[in-house]
């Protein structure tokens, strides 16, 4: 059973910052590629970032790029996202997700086969 588990969401100020965390395990980690979306209230699901197998490449979406690193370590099962000069529009719950989707963007909710149950970002002005 495949199993996806974030932590590290929480509420900070504006231009703070946070690290969250996705644990995986019933899957063979360095095999998938991860990625990270956000749901704002009232609002899509929406693509934040994603990173390929190995770590190698990654792609961000306009709205955090050069604000937000992602990586992963696949010794421990495990991809991050460093979230830092935090704005109020980062609001949201944040899921980890997997897929075994190679190559593409791989960035459409529809490419990726599981999925963690979130994790609360708030975001104060």
């Known amino acids: 059973q495949v199993q996806l588990v974030e932590s590290g969401g929480g509420s900070v100020q504006a231009g703070g910052s946070l690290r969250l965390s996705c644990a995986a395990s019933?899957?063979?980690?360095?095999?998938?590629?991860m990625g990270w979306f956000r749901q704002a209230p009232g609002k899509e699901r929406e693509f934040v970032c994603r990173?390929?197998?190995?770590?190698?490449?990654?792609l961000y979406a306009d709205s955090v790029k050069g604000r937000f690193a992602i990586s992963r370590d696949n010794a421990k099962n495990t991809v991050y996202l460093q979230m830092n000069s935090l704005k109020p529009e980062d609001t949201g719950v944040y899921y980890c997700?997997?897929?075994?989707?190679?190559?593409?963007?791989?960035?459409?909710?529809?490419?990726?086969?599981?999925w963690g149950q979130g994790t609360q970002v708030t975001v104060s002005s």
């Open positions: 990173i390929s197998w190995t770590g190698g490449t990654t």
């Open positions: 997700a997997a897929t075994s989707t190679v190559g593409g963007m791989v960035r459409s909710r529809g490419q990726y086969d599981y």
């Open positions: 019933g899957l063979t980690f360095s095999r998938y590629t």
